[in-house]
């Protein structure tokens, strides 16, 4: 049974533009594959766990090879349980803003929680080893401009950023849907662009 994992990074709710681009792409992903399942993780409704000074010293311990145990151990129970979660999943679906040209704090706050050596990299003799590898990616954002062009790609920290985290976890495979303009460009021109993005996640989800 396929399991999608949807990762929203927006706090507007049904206001949300990035929701109504990525809403079609679940719909017809639930389609396409009769019985599999949706696990949605809100990140502005999560009690996200904070990395304590304890957690941190954890990760070091992790760093060295070596496994947790005792305090640090008990300490680490939430961040594996997220973790875990993400790993179980086939697919996950990043719905996030553009905000200061890059991603919300809390989806920066989930990726630090979830970035883990032994979970999802291991360091070898050849190198970093992602352990995430057999999962693909479907992200979609809204942006108040068109970051589009040659001259405005190097202000778009969204893309690059999670390209290069998620290939580090060995995910490679990523599919982004960007809604852009929004802002300044008037009622018609922003339904137009909103439509394009939605027949692109519609078509990533018939792809995928």
């Not at 032994?118 to 479907?138: H, I, P, R, W």
């Amino acid at each position: 049974m396929k399991k999608l994992m949807h990762i929203i990074a927006t706090p507007r709710g049904e206001s949300s533009r990035t929701l109504k681009v990525s809403r079609p792409f679940v719909e017809l992903y639930r389609a396409k594959h009769p019985g599999c399942q949706v696990d949605t993780l809100n990140l502005f409704e999560e009690q996200l766990p904070p990395l304590t000074t304890k957690r941190v010293e954890g990760k070091y311990v992790l760093l060295e090879g070596k496994d947790l145990s005792g305090e640090l151990k008990e300490a680490w129970e939430e961040i594996v349980k997220h973790i875990e979660r993400f790993l179980s999943a086939d697919i996950i679906l990043i719905t996030t803003p553009m905000w200061n040209f890059g991603i919300p704090y809390v989806l920066k706050h989930y990726i630090d929680i979830i970035f883990q050596p032994k979970y999802l990299f291991q360091y070898t003799e050849k190198g970093v080893e992602g352990l995430a590898n057999d999962k693909k990616m479907v992200v979609v954002s809204s942006r108040g401009g068109d970051y589009s062009s040659e001259s405005m790609k190097n202000m778009d920290h969204i893309e690059p950023y999670l390209r290069q985290i998620f290939g580090f976890a060995g995910i490679t495979d990523i599919t982004f849907i960007n809604a852009q303009p929004m802002d300044g460009v008037g009622a018609e021109v922003q339904r137009q662009k909103m439509e394009e993005a939605r027949v692109e996640a519609e078509k990533a989800a018939r792809r995928i």
